[in-house]
């Protein structure tokens, strides 16, 4: 019986042999039109390396998946209509009150439909953090020059998506019509107007006639919902296969070089620890979401045109341009028969230049140093004082015009003057930014010394010991190899100069505008004092040869 059934067994599995089972098929046949086989063995176990700077982009990532999930429930229950209808919904506070069906639809979300206070409110915090991320996530790169080739095109991406993001956060926001948002969409047609000769002509167009027209929120929806995310869903997309690609940075380490990757596996580890931490994102919003209020639009009630809320502002995000519009001097000239709002425009035109000068900054650097090589170490940001003082500069920027976006909350909660607060904005907008760039500079050249005196003489260790002429020392660690690679594996580029002004022959060189430009950036950047020499082999060397001939001479006594 044992034989035969052997016997059975083994002609089972020789016909399983011959003929795969449909699942198989269907994959072989697959892989023979896609080539998916080949692309996952490759891809599957690509490695990644591990830093907790990293997190920031993959919350970014986890943010904007909530942010679609949760937008499309909602989509579910809101209407986009400006029509005007009596509420005689369950808040009682409302009842009898005209509004649009957008605002009632709004309240029936939060107040009626199961859950769907939590949903929207998960909505608009996840809004939040994934602006907050892609700041974040952006500065690791610009701090830690990952921008550099060749990653310029994805810095673009990431730059465009912070925008589109900027965008669509703002019409997500106006979409409620309470009185909160149309105080906010008042604030951008405002803005829109001043825009020399075609302003008008982009109101009316964008608002359907005068504001606020009959069928802005109808526009708006569309391309909150679906243009929008749209757009930024294949710019994410673009961006992932280009970390693919490019593969991923890494900081200096022994082993790590810039042919090759340490870290972890895609699959099983990676996988297994993005899972996890995307869950955990999920808990961090639904848990704010439950316990933190925001934007509660019943509190404001609907949009009148003659009202306005006290203490309205913007999202966090757009208190850049909302404070340089309210710290700036209301300057109107008239030119050929038309009013120009100067004290309006020059702040509305200044936002996205400085954006457009952080998109552009990688092409810059590179046009300075004119190094073409590909980088996949990250810098420490120490090691280029001048990027990280710039950097810092206009995050301080940032925080002084945020204050400026707040000023009326500002001077209510802490008891002072607006006027004067006004003012310290104002001139903070010309200093902060500089003194911040100096200090940060100074405190990077100072990690560079701490670091040189290191890599000389290594770690304090604390001990005490008596020379036998009397003197007491502090006996110092060395460095280890791999602490030592660390420290001194950053490069210190020399500036580009013009050369000298006369030739051989003594006829005066002719140079271009780009060309003293190009030296001018780059004596800024590179120049002496700049930066900190590191140590050198030989200094190393010979330091420690002198200490070696002290040890042996104190033996010897």
């Known amino acids: 019986m044992s034989d035969d059934s052997d016997g059975d067994r083994d002609g089972g599995e020789g016909r399983r042999d011959r003929l795969p089972g449909k699942g198989e098929r269907l994959a072989d046949w697959a892989d023979g039109r896609l080539g998916l086989h ?9 490695i990644f390396p591990d830093h907790w700077s990293f997190m920031f982009g993959e919350i970014c990532l986890y943010s904007f998946i909530i942010l679609i999930l949760t937008g499309t429930y909602l989509t579910l229950f809101f209407d986009p209509s400006t029509t005007e209808v009596v509420y005689n919904g369950s808040y009682e506070p409302l009842k009898g009150i005209i509004m649009t069906r957008a605002y009632e639809s709004t309240i029936d979300i939060s107040m009626d439909v199961r859950g769907g206070l939590l949903i ?12 907050a991320a892609m700041l974040c996530h952006m500065m690791r790169v610009f701090f830690t020059g990952a921008f550099r080739k060749p990653r310029e095109v994805n810095w673009l991406f990431g730059w465009t998506l912070l925008m589109l993001g900027i965008i669509t956060g703002l019409t997500g926001y106006s979409l409620p019509d309470d009185l909160l948002s149309g105080t906010g969409l008042r604030f951008s047609q405002g803005a829109i107007l001043s825009v020399p000769i075609v302003g008008t002509y982009l109101s009316f167009f964008l608002f359907g006639g005068q504001f606020p027209g009959e069928d802005f929120i109808a526009r708006l929806y569309p391309v909150h ?10 710019l994410v997309v673009a961006h992932l296969i280009l970390v693919f690609y490019h593969k991923h940075t890494q900081f200096a380490g022994p082993g ?13 580890i990676y996988v297994a620890k993005a899972g996890g931490f995307f869950f955990l994102v999920f808990g961090v919003l639904a848990v704010m979401g439950a316990v933190a209020t925001i934007n509660p639009v019943w509190a404001f009630g609907p949009y ?23 710290v700036m001097p209301g300057w109107e000239i008239d030119l050929w028969g038309h009013t120009l709002q100067l004290g309006v425009f020059i702040p509305f035109a200044l936002f996205p230049l400085v954006m457009a000068l952080i998109a552009v900054y990688p092409f810059v650097e590179a046009w ?5 090589r590909e980088h996949h170490i990250a810098e420490r940001p120490r090691n280029r004082p001048v990027r990280t003082g710039l950097g810092v500069a ?22 002072l003057s607006i006027n004067a607060i006004t003012w310290a904005v104002r001139i903070g907008f010309f200093v902060v930014p500089v003194l911040a760039f100096i200090v940060t500079r100074r405190v990077c050249n100072g990690l560079q010394r701490r670091d040189r005196e290191k890599s000389l003489h290594g770690r304090e260790s604390g001990t005490i010991k008596r020379l036998p002429h009397g003197e007491y020392i502090e006996v110092h660690e060395p460095l280890t190899r791999a602490e030592l690679y660390k420290l001194n594996l950053h490069e210190q580029p020399r500036p580009y100069e013009l050369g000298p002004r006369v030739d051989g022959n003594g006829v005066a060189r002719k140079f271009t505008v780009r060309q003293r430009v190009r030296a001018r950036l780059a004596k800024a950047m590179y120049g002496p004092g700049t930066y900190v020499p590191k140590a050198t082999v030989e200094e190393y060397q010979a330091l420690h040869a ?12």
């Open 256 to 268: 790590r070089t810039e042919k090759n990757v340490v870290g972890v596996p895609f699959l099983p």
């Open 120 to 131: 929207r409110q998960m909505h608009h915090w996840a809004a939040l953090v994934f602006v």
């Open 304 to 326: 009148q045109t003659h009202l306005v809320t006290t203490g309205a502002q913007p999202d966090w995000y757009l208190g850049f341009s909302e404070g340089l519009i309210r």
């Open 225 to 234: 919902i679906l243009l929008l995310p749209g757009i930024m869903l294949g």
């Open 394 to 415: 206009w995050l301080s920027l940032y925080g002084v015009l945020l204050i400026g976006g707040g000023n009326d909350i500002v001077a209510l909660q802490f008891h």
């Open 368 to 372: 300075v140093t004119g190094d073409r």
């Open 38 to 46: 080949q692309l996952a063995k490759s891809q599957m176990r690509k």
């Open 546 to 557: 002198g200490w070696h001939e002290s040890e042996r001479d104190t033996s010897a006594h």
